[in-house]
């Protein structure tokens, strides 16, 4: 657990390794909601910048290991096939 200055408050916020995924998202979403509101200094922004990219990472660390999961259950299961997911965009 680690503590942050806000608002002129501190407030008690988890440790990325502690937040599950959709607690990741929520928290990005506040991230980012703070970020464009332009009510944070240059030197308030940029902490706050910060926690966002360690959540994006550790997200993105907990969507690997799922998908690396999930292959594992798929292949395991009777020889099926997987393949990398392509974006038709």
Do not use: C, N
């Not at 970020?35 to 969507?63: D, I, K, M, T």
């Not at 395991?76 to 038709?88: L, M, Y």
């Amino acid at each position: 657990m680690t503590f942050q200055f806000s608002g002129g408050m501190v407030r008690a916020v988890a440790d990325d390794a502690d937040l599950g995924f959709d607690a990741i998202l929520v928290r990005l979403r506040e991230v980012v909601q703070r970020l464009e509101s332009g009510e944070l200094s240059l030197e308030h922004s940029l902490p706050v910048y910060e926690e966002g990219v360690s959540l994006a990472r550790r997200g993105q660390h907990l969507l690997a290991t799922a998908e690396k999961r999930v292959e594992i259950l798929v292949s395991a299961s009777g020889g099926i096939e997987t393949a990398p997911f392509e974006d038709p965009q």
